[in-house]
């Protein structure tokens, strides 16, 4: 069975290998790189579940092949929830992690409430119109100097709920038990391989 991986994002892709490698080990994943005509889909919904949905779809019709996307990004409570769907471009440039990460810490100087979460809205499109959604975060707080070389994006400052290490620092295989990325796409893992009579034709 293959099924497209609708992100460029090299971070995600690793993450989304290693989880899907062991929830659907008979499942081939094919990144949108086996697909140059491919336009990048923009992320135009104020949901990351309409993002998400948006993005599988949308690569779903273009490969004639179900696909899997993604929308995430930190929440953080003391920014009433920003950067949220703007993560990847928060500073201004779409994907530049450093840049993104400086506003946020900038943001937060002197601020005592940190408590931040990663939020993931995973989806699935199959060519016959079938579609599914779900969500799901992971809890922590932002600490204040970048730390550890793991990861992509707001890892380096973000500290999930009862640990010592940054999700930069961890392992990758501990943070994908405990993200949000690894929470939402086990879920979505398991849901369209129960549910594969309803897709699969
Ligand atoms: P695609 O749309 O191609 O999947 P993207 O990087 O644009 O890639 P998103 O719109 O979902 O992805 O934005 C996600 C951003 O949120 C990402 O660029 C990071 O800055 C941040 N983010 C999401 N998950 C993260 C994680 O596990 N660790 C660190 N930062 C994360």
């Known amino acids: 069975m293959q ?8 971070g995600k892709i690793k993450e989304l290998e290693r989880i899907f490698a062991e929830e659907l080990p008979d499942v081939h994943l094919l990144g949108t790189d086996s697909f140059p005509g491919l336009a990048d889909v923009q992320e135009t919904e104020d949901s990351f579940e309409g993002n998400a949905l948006l993005k599988a779809k949308a690569v779903s019709d273009f490969t004639h092949l179900p696909a899997i996307a ?3 990004g930190l929440a953080v409570d003391h920014l009433a929830g920003a950067p949220g ?15 993104n990460l400086q506003k946020v810490l900038r943001e937060m100087e ?4 940190r408590r931040a ?3 993931c809205a995973a989806a699935f499109a199959a060519p016959n119109g079938y579609t599914h959604v779900l969500r ?16 992509f994006g707001y890892d380096p400052i973000f500290l ?15 943070k994908d038990l405990i993200s949000h990325r690894g929470k939402a796409m086990r879920a979505l893992a398991h849901l369209i391989s129960q549910e594969q009579e309803k897709w699969r034709n």
């Open 3 to 10: 099924i497209v991986l609708a992100t460029r994002n090299k």
């Open 70 to 72: 993604d929308d995430s």
């Open 85 to 99: 769907i703007y993560s990847a471009r928060y500073s201004g440039i779409h994907g530049d992690d450093e840049a």
């Open 110 to 113: 002197g601020v005592s409430n």
């Open 117 to 119: 979460q990663f939020v």
């Open 136 to 151: 799901a975060q992971m809890e922590g707080a932002l600490i204040t100097e970048p730390r550890g070389e793991n990861g």
């Open 160 to 174: 999930p709920s009862g640990y010592l290490q940054t999700t930069g620092e961890m392992a990758p295989e501990l």
